[in-house]
């Protein structure tokens, strides 16, 4: 790829953090690519979590089912309560699916958003018919996180602190740190994803490996990506806090719906990071990207090879 004239136009590079940088489990998981190179599949957390579930109710358990599963609920209640830490969004998923599972309503604190105090938002949230007006809901410290003895929901909740990075990610955001703003749009919390820069820049903040220059969350929008609040909101900020146009902007991540096609949707330019063995990228040819790597150290090193 002649990466010179096709990266030197960027002045900032946007990722979307879990699943693209990290890992969705707290130990390794262990998957091979076909030349035998080895990489850790984050879905496999959400897999490993969930399938005892399937697994009880007498269900399909293979992960494509399990994965899918998980994704359309998520998706549905991140339309639905547009304000709620991501966390306590977690433990809802996993009721949610239990619930389904055993033809079951759904337990109704797992569809409430009234453990907190904060002031109400009322954000937009995005479907296939386009935007519709969802509920207000308050964001704040829920009753999960001051619970000692939290059950399965809340353990898996508990969980995303302790994912861990791509063996590739933090080598390649070290090396593409001199050459781009690096800057996280995430649907977390700001509580999580200060632990999770810990494990990305290092533990100790007076000599980190490399810094992001600005990080984004749902928490603080009051949106879940694919809804266009997030992304106006990180052009925002690019554009008052560094002077970066859209146009100097890449979309880097590896979730198509939640990322790539809205960016793209956007006229942003946008780099796909087609990992290996993802089931969110089955099926997809990566037409919606301008760039296509199977890692975040490969298009480190195009980036690299363009500049030499």
Same mark, same amino acid.
Request: glycine share 6%; charged share 20%; aromatic share 8%.
């Given at each position: 790829?002649?990466?010179?004239?096709?990266?030197?136009?960027?002045?900032?590079?946007?990722?979307?953090?879990?699943?693209?940088?990290?890992?969705?489990?707290?130990?390794?998981?262990?998957?091979?690519?076909?030349?035998?190179?080895?990489?850790?599949?984050?879905?496999?957390?959400?897999?490993?979590?969930?399938?005892?579930?399937?697994?009880?109710?007498?269900?399909?358990?293979?992960?494509?089912?399990?994965?899918?599963?998980?994704?359309?609920?998520?998706?549905?209640?991140?339309?639905?309560?547009?304000?709620?830490?991501?966390?306590?969004?977690?433990?809802?998923?996993?009721?949610?699916?239990?619930?389904?599972?055993?033809?079951?309503?759904?337990?109704?604190?797992?569809?409430?958003?009234?453990?907190?105090?904060?002031?109400?938002?009322?954000?937009?949230?995005?479907?296939?018919?386009?935007?519709?007006?969802? /509920?207000?809901?308050?964001?704040?410290?829920?009753?999960? /996180?001051?619970?000692?003895?939290?059950?399965?929901?809340?353990?898996?909740?508990?969980?995303?602190?302790?994912?861990?990075?791509?063996?590739?990610?933090?080598?390649?955001?070290?090396?593409?740190?001199?050459?781009?703003?690096?800057?996280? $749009?995430?649907?977390?919390?700001?509580?999580?994803?200060?632990?999770?820069?810990?494990? $990305?820049?290092?533990?100790?903040?007076?000599?980190?490996?490399?810094?992001?220059?600005?990080?984004?969350?749902?928490?603080?929008?009051? /949106?879940?990506?694919?809804?266009?609040?997030?992304?106006?909101?990180? $052009?925002?900020?690019?554009?008052?806090?560094?002077?970066?146009?859209?146009?100097?902007?890449?979309?880097?991540?590896?979730?198509?719906?939640?990322?790539?096609?809205?960016?793209?949707?956007?006229?942003?330019?946008? /780099?796909?990071?087609?990992?290996?063995?993802?089931?969110?990228?089955?099926?997809?040819?990566?037409?919606?990207?301008?760039?296509?790597?199977?890692?975040?150290?490969?298009?480190?090193?195009?980036?690299?090879?363009?500049?030499?």
């Amino acid at each position: 790829m002649s990466s010179e004239n096709a990266f030197s136009k960027y002045k900032a590079l946007i990722f979307d953090c879990y699943g693209t940088l990290i890992v969705s489990t707290s130990s390794p998981v262990l998957t091979f690519t076909s030349q035998g190179a080895l990489l850790q599949d984050w879905e496999t957390g959400i897999y490993d979590h969930l399938r005892p579930l399937f697994q009880k109710s007498g269900n399909p358990s293979d992960k494509v089912t399990v994965i899918k599963a998980y994704s359309s609920v998520e998706h549905d209640l991140e339309a639905r309560f547009p304000t709620m830490r991501y966390t306590d969004l977690l433990a809802k998923v996993y009721g949610t699916v239990e619930a389904r599972l055993q033809n079951r309503e759904t337990p109704p604190d797992a569809l409430r958003d009234d453990l907190s105090t904060a002031n109400p938002v009322v954000a937009s949230a995005h479907s296939s018919s386009g935007m519709q007006q969802v /509920a207000s809901a308050s964001v704040g410290t829920s009753a999960h /996180a001051q619970s000692d003895s939290p059950g399965p929901a809340e353990a898996f909740a508990r969980s995303v602190p302790t994912w861990q990075p791509f063996p590739d990610t933090v080598a390649a955001l070290a090396s593409l740190s001199k050459h781009f703003k690096l800057i996280i $749009l995430s649907n977390i919390d700001r509580d999580t994803i200060a632990k999770t820069r810990r494990l $990305l820049e290092g533990p100790d903040p007076a000599r980190p490996l490399f810094t992001f220059d600005a990080v984004y969350t749902a928490e603080e929008v009051g /949106a879940y990506k694919p809804a266009p609040e997030m992304l106006t909101y990180a $052009l925002k900020h690019l554009e008052e806090d560094f002077g970066i146009q859209q146009d100097e902007v890449l979309m880097t991540a590896q979730s198509m719906p939640h990322d790539i096609i809205p960016a793209k949707a956007r006229g942003l330019d946008t /780099a796909w990071i087609n990992r290996p063995n993802a089931v969110t990228g089955m099926g997809l040819d990566g037409s919606d990207a301008k760039y296509v790597f199977a890692t975040l150290g490969e298009m480190a090193e195009a980036v690299e090879q363009g500049r030499a």
